[in-house]
């Protein structure tokens, strides 16, 4: 109140993690963020609006999947050493420019600073790992995302990345020529057998 006639340039204090998005660009130029106005005389100007939106963060881990069920069981160790990255332009790849972060020695990554809005977040495979969740649990990589929508100031709650490590099976055979149930020195082993996995326990090669 109590203006002489004139014009004005109105703007506001900044605060901490605070960004302006009206007036302005609404990409968080606070040079922006101002109101200027001519009075004459006895007017009251139609009434302006400053909003503004606070930084967002998301919070999350990694571990090895030992069993790789899909959930994080007791005793199952963090993995550190992972990239997570922000897919911004969904092509399961982490590209140039795009956000990254590398998970610490507890499985721990953060993004901070973030723009409210909606987000990919990804990992980046490492050889003879596969994901395990989030996804489909069948190893699928390009399931292996989390898409959040975030608003002024918030804490997304923590995400879990899990992943399992392919597993070896080796052995051999032998041609027990006394039958003992022993490999014995000197017994041949025997070339040309089938192996097989079992899937359905019925002893047979299906």
Wanted: aromatic content about 10%; glycine content about 10%.
């Amino acid at each position: 109140t109590g203006l002489k006639p004139g014009t004005y340039t109105f703007r506001e204090v900044q605060q901490a993690n605070w960004h302006c998005s009206t007036p302005g660009n609404n990409a968080g130029n606070e040079d922006d963020c101002e109101f200027t106005e001519t009075f004459i005389s006895g007017e009251t100007s139609p009434e302006n609006v400053f909003g503004n939106w606070k930084e967002a963060k998301k919070v999350g881990h990694k571990f090895n999947d030992l069993n790789a069920n899909g959930v994080e069981n007791a005793g199952e160790p963090r993995l550190q050493g992972w990239t997570i990255y922000i897919d911004a332009n969904a092509n399961n790849a982490l590209d140039a420019g795009e956000t990254s972060t590398t998970t610490d020695a507890n499985g721990h990554f953060e993004f901070t600073g973030l723009k409210p809005g909606t987000y990919t977040f990804r990992e980046v495979q490492q050889a003879n790992w596969h994901c395990s969740t989030p996804g489909n649990n069948a190893g699928n990589e390009d399931d292996c995302e989390f898409t959040e929508t975030f608003i002024s100031g918030e804490t997304s709650p923590e995400n879990v990345f899990g992943n399992w490590k392919e597993a070896k099976k080796v052995g051999h055979k032998f041609n027990d020529l006394n039958a003992n149930g022993v490999e014995n020195a000197g017994e041949p082993r025997l070339q040309g057998w089938t192996i097989y996995i079992d899937a359905n326990a019925n002893n047979a090669l299906d």
